[in-house]
């Protein structure tokens, strides 16, 4: 590896930013796509869909464990084929949280009937029961849930969207996997299903015999064929951002922030990281200015569109919005282990995008790496416990400043300068830095097998800007 490669990407980071949610796509998926432009079966307008939407549908239903599985060309196409298929209509009342992305309220209107807002819950934002109970005007009403962000979320181990008749995904590329564009509705109700089936193209099921209702929201192939492989991939998306959101939540815990946690039996697919604060525009001014893409997730409740604008009195959302509204935060689903049976590992909390650049130069699989969002002494102490837990690793390169100096004054830097021979080998850590809370056993395994070649280079680039004080200068967030 050429230091000097390394070191004009940890320059570049500076300037780089980290978007809220990036589709992570690869060579899979090219050449899925080629394949399709090759075979020339673009779409198909059959009842059961082309090749690749059957097997994306297949893989659909095995993941959800649900019956049925019906793609369709958006997530919000999905919301309304799921209220068509249940004659939702004119006259009709639907009741659906306020605090959501406006494609709930408006898959309703499309049909004709009246969204009626209802409130949500102050601690997790999701939509009040009790607030649902006073809205409900009759009984044995239908549920279909807009689980648009939540594929791969379960509670109890049960998929959400499998809850109820009917469930909803949305596969943007903001989403935990996509397709482009597209959507996917699931089901155990095969009268509801056979009627999916023909709503997504224009009530058909053979030629044009339109026998209800319907739209074309057919799944075009090519996202079919991107959908098939990243659903294959979203175990490990998932994970990754488990562990990411896992992270964030260690450094912002000890905050006046509030971070989102998961409730007994749930288990997020962590789409967003949500957080409140008062703090909210400096905060996100402060995030911004360094190109992290936190973005405010809603700031304009549903009811207060224009197009809606109706006088409801929803206390918490109102809260939500006006005092602390959420603010999103990124949260990658590339947690970058590299290679786990390598012997070197590169650790930066400078940047995600460093590493996205770094594995961009293919060095990523000669490495184990881990990233940081931010630099915080807990970061380090992750970092730390991630080469202790991965015993193959014998080599740490460090990069990015804020690894080597720190504003609490904790740092590797500070260990190497403790601990470590002019071999860069640490032979006496018994007292690193005070701010550095390492455990003993870490320690000894640092003293026991690694060698920090580290620094070499970096040092040297680094070096005036350490001596001069680089901990009082931290730009963390
Ligand atoms: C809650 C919710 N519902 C519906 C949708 C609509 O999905 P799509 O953008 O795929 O139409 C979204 C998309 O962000 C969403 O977040």
């Known amino acids: 590896m050429r230091s000097d490669c390394l070191y004009t990407v940890v320059l570049r980071t500076k300037f780089v930013k980290i978007p809220i949610n990036t589709p992570v796509l690869g060579k899979e ?6 394949s399709v432009v090759k075979s020339g ?8 869909g082309g090749k690749n939407v059957q097997e994306f549908e297949k893989s659909v239903r095995t993941f959800t464990k649900s019956k049925y599985a019906v793609s369709v060309n958006s997530g919000t196409a999905a919301l309304q084929a799921a209220l068509y298929a249940l004659d939702i209509k004119k006259g009709d009342e639907v009741i659906v949280p306020s605090f959501t992305f406006v494609a709930s ?10 969204p009626v807002f209802a409130d949500i ?12 109970a006073k809205k409900i005007k009759k009984h044995n009403l239908s549920v279909v849930e807009d689980a648009a962000q939540s594929l791969g979320s379960t509670l109890k181990g049960k998929q959400t969207g499998t809850f109820f008749e009917l469930g909803c995904y949305s596969l943007y590329p903001g989403k935990v996997m996509t397709s482009g564009e597209g959507g996917v509705i699931v089901t155990n109700n095969k009268k509801l299903y056979d009627k999916l089936q023909m709503i997504r193209n224009h009530g058909m099921v053979k030629g044009y015999d339109s026998k209800i209702f319907g739209l074309n929201l057919r799944l075009p192939e090519i996202n079919a064929a991107i959908a098939k492989i990243q659903i294959k991939k979203l175990p490990k998306f998932i994970q990754s951002r488990r562990r990411n959101a896992k992270l964030l939540s260690e450094l912002l815990s000890d905050t006046k922030i509030k971070i989102p946690f998961e409730g007994k039996n749930e288990k997020f697919n962590w789409s967003l990281y949500t957080i409140a604060t008062k703090n909210r525009d400096s905060i996100l001014k402060k ?6 893409g ?6 304009t409740p549903v009811h207060k569109i224009p197009i809606y604008k109706i006088k409801s009195k929803l206390a918490n959302t109102d809260w939500i919005i006006g005092e602390i509204c959420k603010v999103v935060l990124p949260i990658k689903q590339e947690f970058y282990p590299g290679n786990p049976n390598s012997q070197i590992a590169i650790c930066t909390l400078a940047s995600i995008s460093l590493l996205d650049d770094l594995k961009d130069s293919g060095i990523l699989s000669n490495v184990a790496i881990l990233g940081r969002l931010f630099s915080e002494n807990k970061g380090i102490d992750s970092m730390i416990q991630y080469v202790y837990e991965n015993r193959n690793i014998k080599k740490i390169i460090l990069c990015g400043k804020e690894v080597w100096g720190h504003k609490s004054g904790h740092s590797l830097l500070q260990l190497h300068k403790n601990g470590i021979d002019e071999n860069y080998r640490i032979i006496n850590s018994v007292s690193p830095d005070p701010y550095l809370t390492v455990s003993k056993d870490m320690i000894e395994y640092f003293q026991k097998f690694f060698c920090l070649s580290l620094l070499i280079s970096f040092f040297f680039l680094y070096s005036a800007t350490i001596s001069s004080g680089v901990r009082s200068n931290s730009s963390d967030a």
């Open 29 to 34: 998926e090219l050449s899925a796509v080629v």
């Open 105 to 114: 309220a408006n898959a309703i209107a499309s049909t004709g009937a009246k």
């Open 121 to 132: 819950l102050k601690e997790n934002f999701t939509i009040d029961p009790e607030s649902i």
């Open 294 to 299: 936190a973005a405010v997730y809603y700031p």
């Open 41 to 48: 079966g673009l779409t198909s307008a059959s009842k059961d």
């Open 287 to 292: 995030l911004n200015s360094k190109g992290i």
